[in-house]
């Protein structure tokens, strides 16, 4: 199984995406934990040190495996690369994830990523090694990633959104968007949610079958983020409200028995 989290700056996309790595990873499950989003939380979320993920080389810096894998620095170049090897020799083992860091955003003035896009196209492709292996990718906020297409080869698209007519709106842009890219399941997951009439707002602008489930808003959450010493508590009040999501997205991808 093969999941996108994504959705507008400042939504809990992030924060979600490490719940959902860690539930799966409860679970017994191999997880490829892959960090696509320029602003590099993944790891720290998922309770990687600094001092280790800091180490981390991203993917898209490694220039002479991305030139050599898709054809040198010409025009042209592979648009599907071998890199079955890749994941094993560029991943950061912690327990049992796999973390990944894809690499952030290129200086204005330099050249296009497409030769890069086409190595993380083929990365995420061939990372479900195992029948019940699970990849979580956090993507960049917004649709910039996909207008380049990095999320092609993805099973369902998760979109965060929180109470607010701009949450809403780049919701329907990456849903519209993953449609494109042939992804065949587009979710919705409301998060930060205080009252019933948030619920409604939510509900009343996506179909039924859309939305997953709501994550509510909670203050330890909130506070966890200025706090190190919170993080426990509000790790498992986290677990336990995402937990009706998770189901779901077993259901969804035909699992149920695994609940």
């Not at 949610?193 to 509900?203: A, D, K, P, Q, V």
């Not at 009040?237 to 997205?249: A, C, F, H, S, T």
């Amino acid at each position: 199984m093969k999941l996108a989290i994504s959705g507008k700056g400042g939504v809990g996309k992030t924060t979600i995406a490490a719940a959902l790595v860690k539930l799966f990873a409860g679970s017994g499950r191999r997880v490829y934990a892959i960090d696509a989003d320029p602003d590099v939380c993944l790891a720290a979320a998922i309770g990687i040190p600094d001092d280790e993920a800091a180490e981390i080389k991203p993917v898209v810096e490694m220039k002479e495996l991305v030139n050599t894998r898709t054809g040198g620095e010409g025009s042209f170049f592979s648009l599907n690369p071998r890199v079955d090897d890749v994941p094993d020799n560029c991943c950061l083992k912690f327990n049992n994830i796999s973390y990944l860091r894809m690499g952030g955003i290129k200086k204005g003035g330099s050249s296009c990523y497409c030769r890069e896009n086409s190595f993380l196209h083929a990365l995420v492709s061939t990372l479900l090694l195992g029948k019940d292996d699970v990849v979580v990718m956090d993507m960049s906020a917004g649709i910039e990633h996909l207008s380049r297409g990095t999320a092609r080869g993805i099973d369902m698209m998760l979109v965060v959104v929180e109470p607010g007519l701009n949450s809403i709106n780049t919701a329907r842009l990456v849903m519209k968007m993953a449609g494109e890219l042939g992804i065949g399941k587009v979710r919705i997951i409301g998060n930060k949610i205080r009252s019933g009439r948030e619920r409604e707002f939510i509900m009343k602008n996506f179909q039924e079958h859309e939305v997953l489930g709501f994550v509510d808003f909670n203050e330890s959450v909130w506070e966890s983020a200025m706090d190190r010493n919170a993080a426990a508590e509000s790790e498992k009040v986290l677990m336990e409200g995402l937990r009706p999501v998770y189901n779901q997205i077993l259901r969804e991808a035909g699992e149920a028995d695994k609940i």
